[in-house]
Structures are given as structure tokens and as C-alpha cells.
């Protein structure tokens, strides 16, 4: 697939979750493009792949708008000329959805006027449309791979284990801007949250102190075609400096731990990472604040009567 040599004005994201997601979708949007907000549109001067993200469905990066269909038509007049296109119109999830025959209309009628010739079957150039509110966009158009989804495919899982959409989002939270950023996991348990930050090219390590669920940690990412380090090793016992943590805090029946021990690992923690994300679903705000961090956001994600919280500290 070819790409626009224009530079795009702006970057317009559409977004779903579902419900009992949405302030988790709402803390990894601050966390990527530092925007509080609950709506389904957001334009921004920031580039993000939207694959990396569970909750953003489509990219459009605007080379020409107008106040109108019709103002952005004539905009449109003027783009430079090139084949093999293909114009989506982009629904706008705040907005009624627009049925079928007036969506392929606009489409068309927007095409008419690009100069170059469209190829509907294999477009080496794909284009969207989108109603903002207050104006039309076009721009070049790139859609969610949901490359999670595949994740739950995994050889070796436990039913206690994060959701790969929960761990996508929280690794994104850890790590909006991952370049040059050295991330760890270190309560890795079965790999879900090591799949999820390796398969976006983040350097992530993992451990666990679980001598048995080690193998199949590694067979899942082999399983995938990725490649990252695990060891062996306490959380207590992790040494070095990290930019980022990702604990997600033992609590099923063969991995009790007293707060005495949480205790514990949150203060090592703030020994070797600057930030830490956790996932909990017991209170453990007293135990944060005596290991000496500072709560910057939060949110809750229920399943049921089952509710894991996402907090980061500092």
C-alpha cells in the first residue's frame, strides 16, 4: 500500500470500547495523546499507529477539510493527481450512523472530482471521509488491525490472566511514547502483557518467580514469531533501571501474598523503575502510598462482579 507524500494537516481518530471499558479507554487516551475525553472523535497533532491501541478503530490523516461536503469537494479539486485510490466514508461514532446508500454516494461523489483513477478492489492508496461536526475531513485512511484479538490464541493461558485487550491498553499506558523507553514485567505470570508490549517493538523484559509457568511464557511469544527475554527471578530480587513496570499483583488461591509482601515488592519496585502500572483487584492504596509513590491516574474494569483496578504511580 502506497502513502501520501503530503504532510497531513492533523491526525483524526475514531474510537469503540465496550462498556464496562471505558474508563480504561479514557486513561490510555490521556496517557497517549494527554486528552481528557469521552467522545468518539479525536483530532490530534500526534501520529499513533492505531493498531497499537485496542479502543482506536480508524486513522485519518487530513490533508484538506471544508465547512461543507460540498466546500470540501472543491478542496479536493485542487489535490495533486494519483491512481489507484480507493475513497471509505468514516462514520463518526458520536454521530447517527449513516446508512449505506448515502455513504456510498458521498463516496462517489467525492471521488469524482479527485484527479487519478480509483481502483475499488486492490487501491494502492486508501482514502476516508469523515463528518467531524463542524466540518468535512479527507485523508488518508489506516484501520485497527486488532492484532490482540489473534493474542488470545495463545498455547498456554490461565483464567485469571489479563484479557489481552486490558493488557494492550495498560502496556500503552506504561509506555505511550516507547521509544528509547526500557520496560519490565515482573509478576510476568503466563505472558500476556509481554506479548502485548513485544508485538508493538517494545523493549520489555519478564520474570517471574513461578519456576513452572516459565516454559509456557516462552512458547507463547515463540508462538507469535516474537522474541524477548524471561527469567527466573523475585520481583524482590530485580535489579538494574527501568523507565516502566507493569506488576500485575498476584491474587489467585496459588499465589496469595500478605501485604507485609506487597509491601515489599512495591518498594523494590520503586528501586528500579521510575513508573510503575498496577493492577490490582484489592485496595492496596495505603500499601502505594507507604512504598513511597504518588497515584497519577486510575481507573476500574469490571467483568461481572470482577473488578481489576489499573493505577499509576510515580
Known amino acids: 500500500m502506497k502513502t501520501l507524500t503530503m504532510a497531513p494537516r492533523a491526525y483524526v481518530y ?5 462498556p464496562n471499558e471505558e ?3 479514557a486513561m490510555e487516551r490521556r496517557a497517549l495523546f494527554g486528552v481528557d475525553s469521552q467522545s468518539g472523535i479525536l483530532e490530534s497533532p500526534l501520529e499513533i499507529d492505531p493498531s497499537r491501541s485496542p479502543f482506536i478503530r480508524e486513522r485519518l490523516s487530513a490533508i484538506c477539510e471544508g465547512a461543507s461536503l460540498e466546500d470540501l469537494i472543491e478542496e479536493v479539486k485542487n489535490l495533486e493527481s494519483f491512481d489507484g485510490f480507493k475513497i471509505i466514508f468514516t462514520q463518526n461514532p458520536d454521530h447517527e450512523k449513516v446508512g449505506f446508500n448515502k455513504l456510498r454516494e458521498i463516496e462517489k461523489e467525492v471521488g469524482l472530482h479527485l484527479k487519478g483513477e480509483a481502483e475499488l478492489v486492490n487501491p494502492d492508496i486508501l482514502l476516508g471521509i469523515i463528518n467531524t461536526g463542524d466540518r468535512w475531513i479527507l485523508g488518508e485512511y489506516a484501520k485497527n488491525e486488532a492484532i490482540w484479538l489473534k493474542h488470545q490464541w495463545k498455547p498456554h493461558s490461565y483464567s485469571t490472566a489479563l484479557g489481552t485487550r486490558v493488557a494492550r491498553a495498560v502496556v500503552n499506558i506504561a509506555a505511550p511514547d516507547p521509544k528509547g ?4 514485567d515482573p509478576c510476568c505470570g503466563i505472558g500476556t502483557v ?3 508490549a513485544l508485538s508493538m517493538g517494545m523493549d520489555i523484559v519478564g520474570s517471574d518467580r513461578n519456576p513452572l509457568i516459565l516454559p509456557g511464557v516462552r512458547e507463547n511469544i515463540a508462538h507469535f514469531g516474537l522474541t524477548g527475554e524471561v527469567t527466573l527471578k523475585d520481583v524482590r530480587d530485580v535489579n538494574g533501571n527501568y523507565d516502566a513496570a507493569i506488576i500485575d499483583l498476584p491474587y489467585n488461591l496459588c499465589s496469595v ?3 507485609e509482601e506487597q509491601l515489599q515488592m512495591l518498594q523494590r519496585a520503586k528501586a528500579f523503575a521510575s513508573k510503575v502500572v498496577i493492577v490490582t483487584v484489592e485496595d492496596v492504596d495505603q500499601v502505594i502510598l507507604e512504598a513511597g509513590f ?3 491516574d486510575r481507573c476500574a474494569v469490571a467483568k461481572g462482579n470482577f473488578v481489576r483496578h489499573v493505577i499509576v504511580c510515580e
Not at 475514531?14 to 465496550?18: A, L, P, V
Request: hydrophobic share 50%; aromatic share 10%; charged share 25%.
Open 257 to 259: 501474598i500478605t501485604r
Open 194 to 196: 509481554l506479548v502485548e
Open 23 to 25: 474508563a480504561l479507554c
Open 14 to 18: 475514531t474510537f469503540s470500547w465496550e
Open 294 to 296: 504518588q497515584l497519577t
Open 181 to 184: 523507553k526500557k520496560l519490565i
